[in-house]
């Protein structure tokens, strides 16, 4: 009878390990950021400076509500969320932007507008780091994924995103990390791949 205690203790105590080890780098490798609704900031095209910000709490287009980041084998996934996203103006620039344990950075950008509502992303001419992208006006969201072997297969990422709504008179833009706008995006905590 001892013995069968002590199989069914050490069976119980393998399965609570091997739960705890399947579940930290699934943790590990997710990052999920609920922006504030209201805190898109505009600019005059023609004072485009960063002081030149003000706040436009009544624009709905191109405002975060909720970023998800995964950090995957194969590519970073980033996925926003918005309170409206629609075919309007100018066009929509999303940018996401990667730091990598050697101290380098990325940016990437998909740029959608007038006849091409689809969305181009930035990628140079045989370079494919943008692997996928989609831009969904009907869910109001946008998500993008960059391959990791762009990135020299890093241990970490931090990975900040911010998204650009272009009209004749003035830009809107909102961090989705970030309460207000400033030159550099905010950046999410380190995040390993599974």
Excluded at 95 to 116: H, K, L, N, Y
Excluded at 140 to 162: A, H, T
Aim: proline share 4%.
């Amino acid at each position: 009878m001892h013995t069968t205690v002590t199989r069914t203790a050490l069976g119980l105590l393998a399965a609570v390990l091997l739960t705890a080890g399947l579940s930290a780098p699934a943790s590990a490798e997710r990052y999920i950021h609920h922006d504030p609704a209201h805190d898109v900031r505009k600019v005059s095209v023609m004072s485009m400076g960063n002081d030149g910000f003000v706040r436009a709490p009544h624009r709905k287009q191109g405002d975060y509500v909720k970023v998800k980041i995964w950090h995957q084998v194969r590519a970073v996934r980033v996925v926003g969320k918005f309170r409206r996203l629609d075919r309007v103006g100018q066009g929509l620039i999303q940018i996401v932007s990667i730091r990598t344990p050697d101290g380098s950075e990325r940016t990437f950008q998909v740029f959608a507008g007038p006849g091409m509502w689809k969305g181009v992303d930035s990628d140079e001419a045989g370079e494919n780091c943008v692997v996928g992208h989609h831009v969904n006006y009907r869910r109001d969201r946008f998500s993008m994924r960059i391959s990791r072997s762009c990135l020299d297969r890093p241990r970490w990422v931090k990975v900040g995103v911010g998204f650009i709504t272009l009209n004749r008179r003035d830009l809107t833009a909102d961090d989705a990390q970030l309460r207000k706008v400033r030159n550099d995006l905010t950046y999410s905590p380190r995040l390993g791949h599974a």
